[in-house]
């Protein structure tokens, strides 16, 4: 990130960030899977059931980070890089009601790249609009943002990655976990 507005891709509420170093944090899996996805509408992903329901846990096997929105809903999805990449440290981000200036949250370190998508899930949202960001740290010096680095925003496409979050497309959450916020990283000139 490149400013003091928001904490960045790695799920913390910030009220501010001076630098872009990536924090340290938990990152883990699930073990199960909340089932097959249900469109019940709202913006961006795929609702995971009806409002009320149980929605279960973050599908298995996703870097699984636990924001601090003091809820019990979820947002999942999968992240393209631009090439298939290992061993390079990645941060998550999330803005929790972009619109209203509320801060970001700020997971701290998610783990390491291994392939070519990574599979996430952050857990502890309330319902809202949600912008995500993920990065990635390329050159190894431990900050996130420098020029070569990956970054995307979620933006309702794989296709076109979206580097500025102006471009973010917002992920509503209401009553249930949304899934299929799935994005594309591109390379930071």
Do not use: K
């Not at 019940?40 to 992903?45: D, K, P, R, Y």
């Not at 096997?61 to 999805?77: C, I, N, P, R, Y």
């Not at 609009?129 to 996130?144: A, I």
């Amino acid at each position: 990130m490149r400013g003091a507005s928001m904490l960045v891709v790695s799920l913390v509420i910030a009220a501010g960030c001076s630098e872009d170093r990536m924090p340290g944090g938990d990152a883990g899996t699930v073990p199960t899977d909340s089932g097959p996805p249900t469109d019940t509408g709202g913006g961006g992903g795929t609702d995971t059931g009806p409002p009320g329901t149980d929605a279960g846990q973050p599908p298995a096997g996703s870097l699984v980070f636990e924001g601090d929105f003091d809820g019990s809903l979820w947002l999942a999805g999968t992240v393209t890089m631009p090439i298939s990449s290992t061993d390079n440290q990645m941060q998550i981000n999330v803005v929790a009601d972009p619109d209203e200036g509320f801060g970001g949250n700020h997971l701290g370190l998610l783990g390491s790249t291994s392939g070519e998508t990574v599979d996430y899930a952050i857990t502890g949202l309330r319902d809202g609009l949600y912008q995500v960001q993920l990065r990635v740290d390329t050159n190894g010096n431990g900050m996130v943002g420098d020029s070569g680095d990956w970054e995307g925003w979620y933006a309702e496409t794989v296709a076109a990655p979206v580097t500025d979050q102006a471009g973010a497309a917002q992920v509503t959450v209401r009553g249930a976990p949304v899934t299929g916020v799935d994005f594309a990283l591109g390379v930071l000139p």
